[in-house]
């Protein structure tokens, strides 16, 4: 099988989160299944940004993103984190090829606009060529991604990383996309999880502010990735990624599956 997986939120911020996530798309790998890994950094760019005394700004879950805020991205997504995940792999035993959506022209961008809004350098897929991925499939690798790509104006555009797994998702057809993350899935009103949540769904909940802020974008990313051919999408907890091997010979009662 073919199978994306996004890493984001206090996984990567937790030694033994990362190592568990490493642990699991080792053993994927290991049982002969291409896997490809899109990660944010979110937390730690927030961090270094106060570091430098800058502040981040949200519209709609995406980070509002000046030249000097995009520049900080690339050294912290494309950088320090980007690395640290190919060592987490290592250290179990997985090889693994870092890399960021603008090498080798792999993911393209072009400027995204919120409801009129202007974010700045922020980007949303608009092509993906899959053959660099595919070679490193071939070499018996990991490639592991940074959400950052090119647009047509030579300019890096920071990319939300749920938009740039499920971009990723479709373009390599993939059996399975799923999220690794920081919250439990999809809470309801009631404030149970979603266990199954069709795309028909997801508006009510967005203009019943059940969901908001983060869970938005990821959201969308769910319903693109569902209704453009990916097998099948999952929300789930990072403390949870043990289950991954799991997911197609038994039931998984965690996180939430976003279904057609």
């Known amino acids: 099988?073919?199978?994306?997986?996004?890493?984001?939120?206090?996984?990567?911020?937790?030694?033994?989160?990362?190592?568990?996530?490493?642990?699991?798309?080792?053993?994927?790998?290991?049982?002969?299944?291409?896997?490809?890994?899109?990660?944010?950094?979110?937390?730690?760019?927030?961090?270094?940004?106060?570091?430098?005394?800058?502040?981040?700004?949200?519209?709609?879950?995406?980070?509002?993103?000046?030249?000097?805020?995009?520049?900080?991205?690339?050294?912290?997504?494309?950088?320090?984190?980007n690395k640290l995940l190919v060592a987490a792999l290592a250290s179990v035993g997985q090889p693994a090829v870092g890399m960021c959506g603008g090498d080798g022209l792999s993911f393209r961008a072009r400027k995204k606009k919120s409801n009129g809004h202007d974010l700045g350098f922020v980007g949303e897929i608009c092509s993906v060529d899959p053959r660099w991925m595919q070679a490193i499939w071939q070499s018996g690798f990991v490639p592991v991604i940074s959400s950052l790509?090119?647009?047509?104006?030579?300019?890096?555009?920071?990319?939300?990383?749920?938009?740039?797994?499920?971009?990723?998702?479709?373009a390599?057809?993939?059996?399975?996309?799923?999220?690794?993350?920081d919250v439990p899935g999809v809470k309801g009103a009631d404030g149970d999880v979603i266990r199954w949540l069709g795309v028909n769904e997801i508006n009510a909940l967005a203009s019943a502010s059940v969901i908001n802020g983060g869970m938005l974008p990821k959201l969308e990313a769910c319903?693109?990735?569902?209704?453009?051919?990916?097998?099948?999408?999952?929300?789930?907890?990072?403390?949870?990624?043990?289950?991954?091997?799991?997911?197609?010979?038994?039931k998984i009662d965690f996180g939430t599956e976003v279904v057609a």
């Open 1 to 81: 099988m073919r199978i994306v997986t996004k890493i984001g939120g206090s996984a990567l911020d937790s030694e033994e989160l990362l190592h568990s996530c490493a642990s699991a798309i080792k053993q994927l790998a290991g049982d002969g299944h291409q896997v490809a890994v899109i990660h944010g950094g979110g937390v730690a760019l927030t961090r270094t940004l106060a570091q430098f005394g800058k502040q981040s700004d949200f519209i709609n879950g995406l980070r509002v993103t000046d030249a000097e805020t995009r520049d900080m991205a690339i050294m912290v997504l494309a950088g320090a984190i």
């Open 149 to 170: 790509a090119l647009g047509g104006d030579g300019e890096y555009y920071n990319v939300n990383a749920d938009e740039m797994a499920s971009a990723c998702a479709i």
């Open 172 to 181: 390599c057809r993939a059996d399975l996309l799923v999220f690794l993350t």
């Open 223 to 250: 319903r693109r990735a569902v209704t453009r051919g990916v097998g099948r999408v999952r929300i789930l907890p990072a403390s949870a990624a043990r289950e991954l091997a799991e997911m197609y010979v038994r």
